[in-house]
């Protein structure tokens, strides 16, 4: 798998993951592609990207990833993958590679998500992830690695 920076040609890619109900669920309502766009654009113009495309072994766009700073020793980590995509092991592969980053970056690791969200949950515990606490209506996850 890898992970690299959004392009201006990922639109579609971008739209088809963030435009489906079922991959939104937990999060926010489905983007139109203007909002897509915009999104886009953004990311496209900041210094500090907090989203990045995600892609399988043969180069194929599944989604992409949440990696930023959270606080001042952690990084924040996620995942949006489309729903063909689901259940081929992805998210497990890419949150391993996100904590191998965060600690090559001597930062500890923090996954947030809906206390409804099971496969969120499931991977957090399965990588050693510690339940800390509710923050803003989601479930804050932790994981030291300094």
């Known amino acids: 798998m890898k992970i690299r920076e959004f392009e201006k040609s990922d639109l579609e890619n971008l739209f088809k993951t963030l ?26 113009e900041s210094e500090e990207r907090s989203i990045h495309a995600a892609e399988d072994d043969n180069g194929n766009y599944v989604g992409y990833v949440i990696f930023h700073q959270y606080e001042e020793d952690s990084y924040e980590l996620g995942w949006l993958l489309n729903k063909s995509e689901w259940g081929k092991g992805y998210a497990s592969r890419l949150t391993e590679m996100m904590i191998e980053e965060a600690r090559k970056k001597g930062m500890n690791a923090v996954i947030e998500c809906d206390p409804e969200q099971a496969v969120t949950i499931h991977i957090a515990e399965k990588f050693g992830f510690k339940f800390d606490e509710v923050y803003d209506g989601c479930n804050v996850y932790r994981l030291k690695l300094v």
Do not use: G, K, R
Request: aromatic share 8%; glycine share 0%; no cysteine.
């Open 19 to 44: 435009s489906d109900p079922d991959v939104m669920t937990y999060i926010e309502d489905p983007y139109t592609e203007e909002e897509t766009q915009a999104l886009l654009d953004d990311v496209l």
